[in-house]
Protein backbone atom coordinates (compact mmCIF):
# COMPACT_ATOMS: atom_id res chain seq x y z
CA UNK A 1 0.00 0.00 0.00
CA UNK A 2 1.53 3.35 -0.52
CA UNK A 3 2.25 5.56 2.04
CA UNK A 4 0.67 8.97 2.75
CA UNK A 5 3.54 11.05 3.71
CA UNK A 6 7.11 11.21 3.85
CA UNK A 7 9.91 12.69 5.12
CA UNK A 8 13.05 13.04 3.22
CA UNK A 9 15.58 13.23 6.48
CA UNK A 10 15.49 12.68 9.76
CA UNK A 11 16.87 16.04 10.04
CA UNK A 12 13.57 17.66 7.98
CA UNK A 13 11.31 19.39 10.16
CA UNK A 14 8.60 19.45 7.25
CA UNK A 15 6.98 16.39 5.46
CA UNK A 16 5.99 15.72 2.39
CA UNK A 17 2.19 14.60 1.12
CA UNK A 18 2.78 11.82 -1.23
CA UNK A 19 -0.91 12.17 -2.39
CA UNK A 20 -4.06 14.58 -1.72
CA UNK A 21 -4.84 14.88 2.02
CA UNK A 22 -8.00 17.10 3.03
CA UNK A 23 -8.22 18.81 6.22
CA UNK A 24 -8.95 17.49 9.17
CA UNK A 25 -7.14 13.99 8.16
CA UNK A 26 -5.20 12.43 10.85
CA UNK A 27 -1.66 11.11 9.31
CA UNK A 28 0.64 9.06 11.19
CA UNK A 29 4.78 8.87 10.72
CA UNK A 30 7.20 7.76 12.41
CA UNK A 31 5.33 7.24 16.31
CA UNK A 32 3.66 10.88 15.81
CA UNK A 33 0.15 11.65 14.98
CA UNK A 34 -0.19 14.91 12.65
CA UNK A 35 -3.73 16.39 12.31
CA UNK A 36 -3.84 18.20 8.87
CA UNK A 37 -5.41 21.84 9.15
CA UNK A 38 -6.03 22.70 4.98
CA UNK A 39 -6.42 20.50 2.29
CA UNK A 40 -3.06 19.88 1.13
CA UNK A 41 -2.03 18.70 -2.57
CA UNK A 42 0.23 16.09 -3.85
CA UNK A 43 4.00 17.17 -4.02
CA UNK A 44 3.07 19.84 -1.63
CA UNK A 45 4.89 19.66 2.05
CA UNK A 46 2.94 20.78 5.70
CA UNK A 47 4.66 21.34 9.21
CA UNK A 48 6.10 19.21 11.16
CA UNK A 49 6.46 21.59 14.25
CA UNK A 50 5.04 24.75 15.02
CA UNK A 51 7.18 27.49 13.57
CA UNK A 52 8.02 31.24 14.58
CA UNK A 53 8.76 33.96 12.45
CA UNK A 54 12.45 33.66 11.52
CA UNK A 55 12.99 29.83 12.25
CA UNK A 56 14.74 27.90 9.77
CA UNK A 57 12.89 25.30 6.94
CA UNK A 58 14.52 22.07 6.78
CA UNK A 59 14.49 19.52 3.94
CA UNK A 60 16.88 17.02 2.54
CA UNK A 61 18.78 17.64 5.57
CA UNK A 62 19.34 21.42 4.83
CA UNK A 63 18.36 24.76 4.83
CA UNK A 64 15.83 24.99 2.04
CA UNK A 65 13.30 28.65 3.54
CA UNK A 66 12.62 30.76 6.34
CA UNK A 67 9.39 31.28 8.23
CA UNK A 68 8.08 34.51 7.66
CA UNK A 69 5.34 34.27 10.11
CA UNK A 70 3.89 31.54 12.69
CA UNK A 71 3.03 28.67 11.29
CA UNK A 72 1.49 25.72 13.21
CA UNK A 73 2.02 22.08 12.92
CA UNK A 74 -0.10 20.32 9.87
CA UNK A 75 -0.20 23.47 8.20
CA UNK A 76 0.94 23.39 4.51
CA UNK A 77 4.20 25.21 3.14
CA UNK A 78 3.62 28.39 0.99
CA UNK A 79 5.31 31.20 -1.13
CA UNK A 80 3.05 33.65 1.34
CA UNK A 81 4.65 31.86 4.91
CA UNK A 82 7.87 31.04 3.85
CA UNK A 83 10.94 32.74 2.25
CA UNK A 84 13.78 31.67 0.17
CA UNK A 85 17.05 30.64 2.85
CA UNK A 86 20.19 28.58 2.49
CA UNK A 87 22.79 28.00 4.55
CA UNK A 88 26.16 29.89 4.75
CA UNK A 89 29.40 28.61 3.11
CA UNK A 90 32.49 28.65 4.90
CA UNK A 91 34.97 26.33 1.99
CA UNK A 92 36.05 22.80 2.85
CA UNK A 93 35.12 21.83 6.31
CA UNK A 94 35.56 18.08 5.70
CA UNK A 95 36.31 14.99 3.38
CA UNK A 96 33.54 13.01 2.94
CA UNK A 97 33.07 9.78 3.14
CA UNK A 98 31.55 7.60 -0.07
CA UNK A 99 30.94 3.51 -0.02
CA UNK A 100 30.49 2.80 -3.90
CA UNK A 101 27.58 0.68 -4.63
CA UNK A 102 28.41 -3.41 -5.36
CA UNK A 103 28.86 -3.01 -9.26
CA UNK A 104 29.38 -7.15 -9.83
CA UNK A 105 26.89 -7.12 -12.49
CA UNK A 106 27.98 -3.58 -13.97
CA UNK A 107 32.04 -3.96 -14.41
CA UNK A 108 32.23 -5.64 -17.26
CA UNK A 109 28.97 -4.54 -19.26
CA UNK A 110 29.12 -3.28 -22.63
CA UNK A 111 27.52 -1.20 -25.18
CA UNK A 112 27.62 -1.05 -28.80
CA UNK A 113 29.14 2.37 -29.52
CA UNK A 114 30.92 4.20 -32.52
CA UNK A 115 34.60 3.99 -31.69
CA UNK A 116 36.82 7.22 -32.54
CA UNK A 117 40.47 7.36 -33.59
CA UNK A 118 41.44 9.57 -30.03
CA UNK A 119 39.79 6.46 -27.92
CA UNK A 120 35.96 8.04 -27.59
CA UNK A 121 33.47 6.43 -28.23
CA UNK A 122 30.22 7.89 -29.17
CA UNK A 123 26.21 6.32 -29.07
CA UNK A 124 25.48 8.11 -32.50
CA UNK A 125 27.24 8.73 -35.88
CA UNK A 126 26.16 11.87 -37.08
CA UNK A 127 27.47 14.48 -39.49
CA UNK A 128 26.85 17.97 -38.25
CA UNK A 129 25.94 20.86 -40.43
CA UNK A 130 26.09 24.34 -38.06
CA UNK A 131 26.63 28.36 -39.11
CA UNK A 132 29.44 30.25 -37.02
CA UNK A 133 27.18 33.09 -36.94
CA UNK A 134 23.17 33.53 -37.18
CA UNK A 135 23.77 35.36 -40.87
CA UNK A 136 24.11 31.56 -42.26
CA UNK A 137 20.71 30.29 -40.66
CA UNK A 138 19.51 30.76 -43.98
CA UNK A 139 21.56 28.55 -45.97
CA UNK A 140 21.41 25.91 -43.55
CA UNK A 141 17.67 25.11 -43.52
CA UNK A 142 18.14 24.87 -47.19
CA UNK A 143 20.72 22.78 -46.66
CA UNK A 144 18.58 20.67 -44.35
CA UNK A 145 15.90 20.81 -46.90
CA UNK A 146 18.17 19.11 -49.33
CA UNK A 147 19.63 16.65 -47.51
CA UNK A 148 16.57 15.39 -45.66
CA UNK A 149 14.88 15.35 -48.93
CA UNK A 150 17.40 13.21 -51.03
CA UNK A 151 19.44 11.20 -48.44
CA UNK A 152 17.10 10.69 -45.63
CA UNK A 153 13.55 10.24 -47.13
CA UNK A 154 12.06 10.03 -44.36
CA UNK A 155 8.53 9.29 -43.41
CA UNK A 156 6.08 11.67 -43.71
CA UNK A 157 4.64 12.26 -40.33
CA UNK A 158 1.35 11.16 -39.15
CA UNK A 159 0.11 15.21 -39.14
CA UNK A 160 1.53 15.77 -42.66
CA UNK A 161 -0.52 12.74 -43.90
CA UNK A 162 -3.23 13.74 -42.02
CA UNK A 163 -3.30 17.14 -44.13
CA UNK A 164 -2.73 15.48 -47.41
CA UNK A 165 -5.44 13.63 -46.68
CA UNK A 166 -8.08 16.34 -45.79
CA UNK A 167 -6.71 18.05 -48.93
CA UNK A 168 -7.80 14.57 -51.53
CA UNK A 169 -10.90 14.68 -49.43
CA UNK A 170 -10.23 12.04 -46.65
CA UNK A 171 -12.20 13.53 -43.31
CA UNK A 172 -9.90 11.14 -40.39
CA UNK A 173 -5.93 11.05 -38.98
CA UNK A 174 -6.74 7.13 -39.48
CA UNK A 175 -6.91 7.15 -43.34
CA UNK A 176 -3.17 9.04 -42.71
CA UNK A 177 -1.95 6.57 -40.62
CA UNK A 178 -2.64 4.10 -43.23
CA UNK A 179 -0.94 5.47 -45.83
CA UNK A 180 2.70 5.98 -44.15
CA UNK A 181 5.85 5.63 -45.95
CA UNK A 182 8.44 3.11 -45.64
CA UNK A 183 11.77 4.20 -44.60
CA UNK A 184 13.95 4.63 -48.01
CA UNK A 185 17.20 6.07 -46.82
CA UNK A 186 20.10 5.74 -48.91
CA UNK A 187 22.14 5.83 -45.88
CA UNK A 188 21.13 4.11 -42.73
CA UNK A 189 24.28 4.25 -40.64
CA UNK A 190 24.57 7.97 -40.53
CA UNK A 191 22.74 10.76 -39.23
CA UNK A 192 22.76 14.45 -40.61
CA UNK A 193 21.52 16.63 -37.97
CA UNK A 194 21.88 20.43 -38.54
CA UNK A 195 21.99 23.62 -36.34
CA UNK A 196 21.07 27.16 -36.30
CA UNK A 197 21.67 29.53 -33.42
CA UNK A 198 21.36 33.33 -32.99
CA UNK A 199 24.96 34.07 -31.78
CA UNK A 200 28.05 34.77 -33.53
CA UNK A 201 27.75 38.22 -34.16
CA UNK A 202 26.26 41.24 -32.85
CA UNK A 203 26.63 40.66 -28.66
CA UNK A 204 29.96 40.73 -27.01
CA UNK A 205 33.18 39.19 -28.04
CA UNK A 206 32.97 36.88 -24.97
CA UNK A 207 29.47 34.89 -25.75
CA UNK A 208 31.35 35.10 -29.59
CA UNK A 209 34.31 32.82 -28.40
CA UNK A 210 32.23 30.86 -26.11
CA UNK A 211 30.49 29.87 -28.96
CA UNK A 212 33.48 29.01 -30.60
CA UNK A 213 34.21 26.93 -27.47
CA UNK A 214 30.78 25.15 -27.86
CA UNK A 215 31.16 23.98 -31.24
CA UNK A 216 34.90 22.67 -30.95
CA UNK A 217 33.02 20.65 -27.98
CA UNK A 218 30.52 19.48 -30.10
CA UNK A 219 32.55 18.50 -32.80
CA UNK A 220 34.87 16.42 -30.38
CA UNK A 221 32.41 14.94 -28.74
CA UNK A 222 32.35 10.84 -30.55
CA UNK A 223 28.86 11.16 -31.54
CA UNK A 224 30.12 13.31 -34.14
CA UNK A 225 31.50 11.78 -37.20
CA UNK A 226 32.71 14.91 -39.20
CA UNK A 227 31.06 18.65 -39.65
CA UNK A 228 30.40 21.34 -42.13
CA UNK A 229 30.89 24.52 -41.02
CA UNK A 230 29.08 27.94 -42.68
CA UNK A 231 30.82 30.94 -42.02
CA UNK A 232 30.00 34.69 -43.86
CA UNK A 233 33.72 36.04 -42.92
CA UNK A 234 33.09 39.27 -41.05
CA UNK A 235 31.70 37.93 -37.82
CA UNK A 236 33.30 37.88 -34.28
CA UNK A 237 32.89 34.22 -34.14
CA UNK A 238 35.83 33.85 -36.99
CA UNK A 239 36.45 30.78 -38.62
CA UNK A 240 40.35 30.57 -36.74
CA UNK A 241 38.75 31.51 -33.58
CA UNK A 242 36.56 28.18 -33.89
CA UNK A 243 39.57 26.10 -35.32
CA UNK A 244 41.92 27.31 -32.71
CA UNK A 245 39.22 25.99 -30.14
CA UNK A 246 39.49 23.09 -31.65
CA UNK A 247 42.51 22.83 -32.03
CA UNK A 248 43.81 23.62 -28.15
CA UNK A 249 40.95 20.71 -27.48
CA UNK A 250 41.95 18.04 -29.94
CA UNK A 251 45.26 18.98 -31.23
CA UNK A 252 45.43 15.64 -33.39
CA UNK A 253 41.43 15.99 -34.79
CA UNK A 254 41.02 13.54 -37.63
CA UNK A 255 37.53 14.28 -38.21
CA UNK A 256 36.35 15.45 -41.37
CA UNK A 257 35.31 19.25 -41.47
CA UNK A 258 33.97 20.70 -44.41
CA UNK A 259 34.73 24.73 -43.76
CA UNK A 260 32.94 27.23 -46.34
CA UNK A 261 32.86 31.20 -46.52
CA UNK A 262 30.43 32.97 -48.10
CA UNK A 263 32.44 36.60 -48.32
CA UNK A 264 34.96 34.45 -50.26
CA UNK A 265 32.87 31.67 -52.19
CA UNK A 266 31.07 34.36 -54.91
CA UNK A 267 27.29 33.40 -55.19
CA UNK A 268 24.75 31.27 -52.76
CA UNK A 269 24.86 28.37 -55.85
CA UNK A 270 28.69 28.22 -55.72
CA UNK A 271 28.77 28.35 -52.28
CA UNK A 272 26.22 25.69 -51.73
CA UNK A 273 27.54 23.62 -54.28
CA UNK A 274 30.59 22.79 -53.42
CA UNK A 275 29.46 22.73 -49.87
CA UNK A 276 27.29 19.43 -50.61
CA UNK A 277 29.58 17.64 -52.96
CA UNK A 278 31.91 17.77 -50.00
CA UNK A 279 29.55 16.93 -47.54
CA UNK A 280 28.31 14.43 -49.45
CA UNK A 281 31.40 12.34 -50.03
CA UNK A 282 32.41 13.08 -45.64
CA UNK A 283 28.98 11.56 -45.26
CA UNK A 284 29.42 8.77 -47.42
CA UNK A 285 32.33 7.70 -45.84
CA UNK A 286 31.13 8.40 -42.17
CA UNK A 287 28.21 5.80 -43.17
CA UNK A 288 31.35 2.86 -43.52
CA UNK A 289 31.83 3.51 -39.79
CA UNK A 290 30.20 0.49 -37.88
CA UNK A 291 29.03 -0.03 -34.18
CA UNK A 292 31.57 -2.12 -31.84
CA UNK A 293 31.55 -3.51 -28.48
CA UNK A 294 32.87 -0.81 -25.88
CA UNK A 295 33.01 -0.85 -21.90
CA UNK A 296 30.08 0.95 -20.40
CA UNK A 297 32.93 2.99 -18.99
CA UNK A 298 33.17 4.55 -22.24
CA UNK A 299 30.15 6.52 -21.46
CA UNK A 300 29.58 10.29 -20.58
CA UNK A 301 26.20 10.90 -18.94
CA UNK A 302 24.91 14.28 -18.95
CA UNK A 303 22.61 14.48 -15.51
CA UNK A 304 19.90 17.40 -15.79
CA UNK A 305 16.42 18.32 -14.87
CA UNK A 306 13.87 20.37 -16.12
CA UNK A 307 9.80 21.30 -15.42
CA UNK A 308 10.25 19.45 -11.95
CA UNK A 309 7.92 18.88 -9.19
CA UNK A 310 7.32 17.97 -5.76
CA UNK A 311 8.19 14.43 -6.60
CA UNK A 312 11.81 14.78 -8.50
CA UNK A 313 14.06 15.45 -5.46
CA UNK A 314 12.47 12.01 -4.00
CA UNK A 315 11.84 9.53 -7.01
CA UNK A 316 13.66 10.39 -10.53
CA UNK A 317 16.53 12.50 -9.06
CA UNK A 318 17.43 10.36 -6.58
CA UNK A 319 17.73 7.43 -9.30
CA UNK A 320 19.83 9.30 -11.25
CA UNK A 321 21.82 9.83 -8.52
CA UNK A 322 22.18 5.76 -7.79
CA UNK A 323 23.22 5.60 -11.93
CA UNK A 324 25.85 8.39 -11.73
CA UNK A 325 26.99 6.11 -8.09
CA UNK A 326 27.50 3.02 -10.33
CA UNK A 327 28.87 5.05 -13.14
CA UNK A 328 31.77 6.47 -10.94
CA UNK A 329 32.07 3.06 -9.40
CA UNK A 330 32.66 0.87 -12.51
CA UNK A 331 35.13 3.94 -14.17
CA UNK A 332 32.79 6.07 -16.26
CA UNK A 333 31.79 9.46 -16.49
CA UNK A 334 28.78 11.94 -15.28
CA UNK A 335 28.19 15.49 -15.09
CA UNK A 336 26.12 17.26 -12.97
CA UNK A 337 25.08 20.69 -13.87
CA UNK A 338 22.92 23.33 -13.21
CA UNK A 339 24.36 25.78 -11.10
CA UNK A 340 21.62 28.17 -9.46
CA UNK A 341 20.07 24.79 -8.76
CA UNK A 342 22.59 23.96 -6.68
CA UNK A 343 22.38 26.98 -4.35
CA UNK A 344 21.69 26.17 -0.62
CA UNK A 345 23.62 22.35 -0.82
CA UNK A 346 27.48 24.63 -1.90
CA UNK A 347 28.59 23.01 1.30
CA UNK A 348 28.23 19.44 0.87
CA UNK A 349 29.16 19.71 -3.28
CA UNK A 350 32.77 21.82 -1.98
CA UNK A 351 33.28 18.56 0.63
CA UNK A 352 32.87 16.13 -1.88
CA UNK A 353 35.46 17.91 -4.72
CA UNK A 354 38.70 15.44 -4.12
CA UNK A 355 40.77 18.74 -4.75
CA UNK A 356 40.67 21.65 -2.80
CA UNK A 357 41.13 23.56 -5.95
CA UNK A 358 38.03 22.90 -7.55
CA UNK A 359 36.03 23.25 -4.19
CA UNK A 360 37.86 27.05 -4.52
CA UNK A 361 36.59 27.22 -8.29
CA UNK A 362 32.83 26.07 -7.76
CA UNK A 363 32.55 28.50 -4.97
CA UNK A 364 33.65 31.74 -7.44
CA UNK A 365 31.74 30.39 -10.29
CA UNK A 366 28.37 30.34 -7.98
CA UNK A 367 29.31 33.68 -6.11
CA UNK A 368 30.05 35.40 -10.15
CA UNK A 369 27.32 33.79 -11.63
CA UNK A 370 24.90 34.63 -9.09
CA UNK A 371 26.33 38.35 -8.92
CA UNK A 372 25.80 38.28 -12.39
CA UNK A 373 22.13 38.09 -11.95
CA UNK A 374 21.95 39.98 -9.30
CA UNK A 375 23.15 43.21 -11.65
CA UNK A 376 20.32 41.83 -13.67
CA UNK A 377 17.99 42.65 -10.98
CA UNK A 378 17.31 39.42 -10.37
CA UNK A 379 18.52 36.81 -8.11
CA UNK A 380 18.76 33.02 -7.82
CA UNK A 381 15.69 32.80 -5.61
CA UNK A 382 13.88 33.98 -8.98
CA UNK A 383 14.47 30.20 -9.91
CA UNK A 384 11.52 28.06 -9.33
CA UNK A 385 9.11 28.44 -12.33
CA UNK A 386 5.25 28.87 -12.08
CA UNK A 387 4.95 25.41 -12.57
CA UNK A 388 7.73 24.34 -10.02
CA UNK A 389 5.72 26.21 -7.18
CA UNK A 390 2.46 24.96 -8.16
CA UNK A 391 3.68 21.67 -7.42
CA UNK A 392 5.54 22.65 -4.36
CA UNK A 393 9.03 23.56 -5.20
CA UNK A 394 8.16 26.58 -3.26
CA UNK A 395 11.97 28.08 -2.90
CA UNK A 396 14.87 27.72 -4.90
CA UNK A 397 17.16 25.90 -1.98
CA UNK A 398 13.93 23.24 -1.90
CA UNK A 399 14.30 23.24 -5.51
CA UNK A 400 18.53 22.42 -5.33
CA UNK A 401 18.28 20.29 -2.27
CA UNK A 402 16.38 17.83 -4.78
CA UNK A 403 18.17 18.69 -7.96
CA UNK A 404 21.36 17.71 -6.64
CA UNK A 405 19.98 14.49 -5.78
CA UNK A 406 20.95 13.53 -9.03
CA UNK A 407 24.93 13.59 -8.75
CA UNK A 408 24.47 10.97 -6.07
CA UNK A 409 27.05 10.64 -3.24
CA UNK A 410 30.45 9.86 -5.42
CA UNK A 411 33.65 12.25 -4.75
CA UNK A 412 33.49 15.41 -6.98
CA UNK A 413 36.30 14.25 -9.60
CA UNK A 414 36.69 17.80 -11.22
CA UNK A 415 34.76 21.45 -11.44
CA UNK A 416 34.08 22.35 -15.19
CA UNK A 417 33.06 26.04 -16.12
CA UNK A 418 30.82 26.17 -18.68
CA UNK A 419 32.73 24.77 -22.26
CA UNK A 420 35.57 23.27 -20.73
CA UNK A 421 35.68 19.23 -21.73
CA UNK A 422 34.97 16.19 -18.96
CA UNK A 423 38.16 14.33 -19.09
CA UNK A 424 38.16 12.83 -15.88
CA UNK A 425 35.88 9.78 -14.84
CA UNK A 426 33.78 9.74 -12.13
CA UNK A 427 31.36 12.58 -11.01
CA UNK A 428 32.14 16.03 -12.40
CA UNK A 429 30.62 19.60 -11.74
CA UNK A 430 29.47 21.86 -14.96
CA UNK A 431 28.83 25.33 -14.57
CA UNK A 432 25.42 26.01 -16.71
CA UNK A 433 21.99 28.11 -16.09
CA UNK A 434 19.03 25.91 -14.97
CA UNK A 435 17.25 26.55 -18.31
CA UNK A 436 16.64 22.98 -19.72
CA UNK A 437 17.74 24.29 -23.54
CA UNK A 438 20.80 25.97 -22.66
CA UNK A 439 21.64 23.29 -19.90
CA UNK A 440 21.20 20.43 -22.15
CA UNK A 441 23.04 22.33 -25.39
CA UNK A 442 26.21 22.66 -22.52
CA UNK A 443 26.30 19.47 -21.01
CA UNK A 444 26.48 17.32 -25.14
CA UNK A 445 29.59 20.69 -25.60
CA UNK A 446 31.14 19.03 -22.65
CA UNK A 447 31.25 15.44 -23.86
CA UNK A 448 27.79 13.85 -22.64
CA UNK A 449 27.05 11.30 -24.85
CA UNK A 450 24.08 10.32 -23.31
CA UNK A 451 22.08 12.68 -21.24
CA UNK A 452 19.24 11.53 -18.53
CA UNK A 453 16.38 14.38 -18.11
CA UNK A 454 14.02 14.12 -15.35
CA UNK A 455 10.75 15.61 -14.78
CA UNK A 456 7.98 15.80 -13.16
CA UNK A 457 5.68 18.39 -15.15
CA UNK A 458 6.92 17.29 -18.96
CA UNK A 459 9.17 19.08 -21.08
CA UNK A 460 9.17 18.34 -24.77
CA UNK A 461 13.13 18.61 -25.95
CA UNK A 462 15.91 17.05 -27.06
CA UNK A 463 19.29 17.22 -28.44
CA UNK A 464 21.20 17.28 -32.32
CA UNK A 465 23.68 15.00 -31.59
CA UNK A 466 23.43 13.05 -27.94
CA UNK A 467 20.04 11.04 -26.78
CA UNK A 468 18.08 12.59 -24.39
CA UNK A 469 16.53 10.52 -21.73
CA UNK A 470 13.31 11.65 -20.50
CA UNK A 471 12.33 10.45 -17.23
CA UNK A 472 8.92 10.99 -14.98
CA UNK A 473 8.98 11.87 -11.24
CA UNK A 474 5.57 10.27 -11.32
CA UNK A 475 3.67 7.75 -12.98
CA UNK A 476 0.33 10.22 -13.63
CA UNK A 477 2.93 12.30 -16.04
CA UNK A 478 4.45 8.91 -16.93
CA UNK A 479 0.84 8.01 -18.63
CA UNK A 480 -0.33 11.40 -19.45
CA UNK A 481 2.40 12.08 -21.52
CA UNK A 482 3.68 8.68 -23.01
CA UNK A 483 4.94 10.38 -25.90
CA UNK A 484 7.91 12.04 -24.53
CA UNK A 485 8.48 10.02 -21.47
CA UNK A 486 10.80 7.34 -21.64
CA UNK A 487 11.41 5.91 -18.24
CA UNK A 488 8.60 6.12 -15.21
CA UNK A 489 10.22 6.69 -11.63
CA UNK A 490 6.82 7.45 -10.28
CA UNK A 491 6.61 3.42 -9.29
CA UNK A 492 9.32 5.17 -6.23
CA UNK A 493 6.37 6.92 -4.90
CA UNK A 494 3.82 4.18 -4.82
CA UNK A 495 6.07 1.65 -3.63
CA UNK A 496 6.23 -0.65 -6.51
CA UNK A 497 9.86 -0.05 -6.80
CA UNK A 498 12.81 0.81 -4.22
CA UNK A 499 15.53 3.21 -5.72
CA UNK A 500 18.28 0.80 -6.70
CA UNK A 501 15.82 -1.00 -8.59
CA UNK A 502 14.43 1.63 -10.65
CA UNK A 503 17.86 2.80 -10.90
CA UNK A 504 19.02 -0.76 -12.35
CA UNK A 505 16.29 -1.00 -15.30
CA UNK A 506 17.37 2.72 -16.21
CA UNK A 507 20.80 1.72 -17.05
CA UNK A 508 19.73 -1.11 -18.75
CA UNK A 509 17.79 1.35 -20.58
CA UNK A 510 20.90 2.98 -21.31
CA UNK A 511 22.51 0.66 -22.32
CA UNK A 512 20.05 -0.08 -25.20
CA UNK A 513 19.88 3.51 -26.06
CA UNK A 514 23.76 3.64 -26.23
CA UNK A 515 23.69 0.84 -28.47
CA UNK A 516 21.14 2.31 -30.88
CA UNK A 517 18.68 -0.47 -30.12
CA UNK A 518 16.16 1.78 -28.79
CA UNK A 519 15.42 5.55 -29.70
CA UNK A 520 14.25 8.30 -27.29
CA UNK A 521 10.91 9.61 -27.16
CA UNK A 522 12.93 12.66 -28.16
CA UNK A 523 14.48 11.33 -31.36
CA UNK A 524 11.67 9.52 -32.39
CA UNK A 525 9.80 13.26 -32.48
CA UNK A 526 13.02 15.09 -34.12
CA UNK A 527 13.70 17.37 -31.07
CA UNK A 528 16.73 18.83 -31.67
CA UNK A 529 17.14 21.72 -29.59
CA UNK A 530 20.39 24.02 -29.64
CA UNK A 531 20.60 27.28 -27.76
CA UNK A 532 23.92 28.71 -26.20
CA UNK A 533 24.14 30.05 -23.15
CA UNK A 534 24.73 33.93 -23.37
CA UNK A 535 26.78 34.57 -19.81
CA UNK A 536 24.77 36.41 -17.51
CA UNK A 537 21.26 36.29 -18.45
CA UNK A 538 19.80 33.02 -18.02
CA UNK A 539 18.99 31.31 -14.96
Given at each position: ?447 ATVVLFTTGLGTPMGNPISPVVKISSNTVLAEKMSDIIDFNTGTVISGEKTIPEAADELLEL ?30
Amino acid sequence: MQKKVLKVNPKDNVIVALMDLPAGESVHLDGTDYTILKDIKAKHKFAAVDFEDGDHILMYGVIVGKANQSISQGEVITTENVKHQSAKVVGKTDTLGWTPPNVDKWKDRTFMGYHREDGQVGTENVWLFFPLVFCENKNIETLKDIFEKELLHDKASKHQLLLRSLLNGGATADVAVEEEEPDTRVFKNIDVRFITHQGGCGGIRQDAEALGRLFAGYVNNPNVAGATVLSLGCQNLQVQIFMDSLHALAPNNKKPIVVYEQQKSGTIDEMLTGVIKDSYEGIKKANEIERKPASITKLNIGLECGGSDGFSGISANPVLGEVSDIMAAVGGTTMLAEFPELCGVEQELVNRCINDEDGVKFLKLMKDFEASVVAAGSGFDMNPSPGNIKDGLITDAMKSAGASKKGGAAPIVEVLDFTEYATKPGLNLLCTPGNDAECTTALVGSGATVVLFTTGLGTPMGNPISPVVKISSNTVLAEKMSDIIDFNTGTVISGEKTIPEAADELLELIINVASGEVKTKADVLNQNDFIPWRRGVSL
